[in-house]
């Protein structure tokens, strides 16, 4: 079976740093756009970073930019998020997604596989 699976979540102080890994198993995502969401307690599940297909094309949310960095290693058919100068407001489950395409596309309609999440919780 296809699986997304992050790791790398915990507890940490304002300003410290996480990198997040998300492994997939069961097919190749070489060829497919990926992204990472994040939903806090009582909020919609929003947007933090994709990667294209080839990782030569980046994106991201306007709240996280200059502090993530979403990277890929496809031989290892893995996908990251290192996570700088983080804040209170950056607690929230994070989810990874595979995308139908090879070129990152807004929404979620595109998405056709997600992780189970992992916890970030950031103390002030």
């Known amino acids: 079976q296809v699986q997304l699976v992050e790791s790398g979540g915990g507890l940490v102080q304002a300003g410290d740093s996480l990198r997040l890994s998300c492994a997939a198993s069961?097919?190749?995502?070489?060829?497919?756009?990926m992204d990472w969401f994040r939903q806090a307690p009582g909020r919609e599940r929003e947007f933090v970073a994709a990667i294209n297909w080839s990782g030569g094309s980046t994106h991201y949310a306007d709240s996280v930019k200059g502090r993530f960095t979403i990277s890929r290693d496809k031989a290892k058919n893995t996908v990251y998020l290192q996570m700088n100068s983080l804040k209170p407001e950056d607690t929230a489950v994070y989810y990874c997604?595979?995308?139908?395409?090879?070129?990152?596309?807004?929404?979620?309609?595109?998405?056709?596989?997600w992780g189970q999440g992992t916890q970030v919780t950031v103390s002030s």
């Open positions: 997604a595979a995308e139908r395409g090879i070129e990152p596309t807004v929404g979620t309609t595109h998405i056709i596989y």
């Open positions: 069961g097919r190749t995502f070489s060829t497919n756009a």
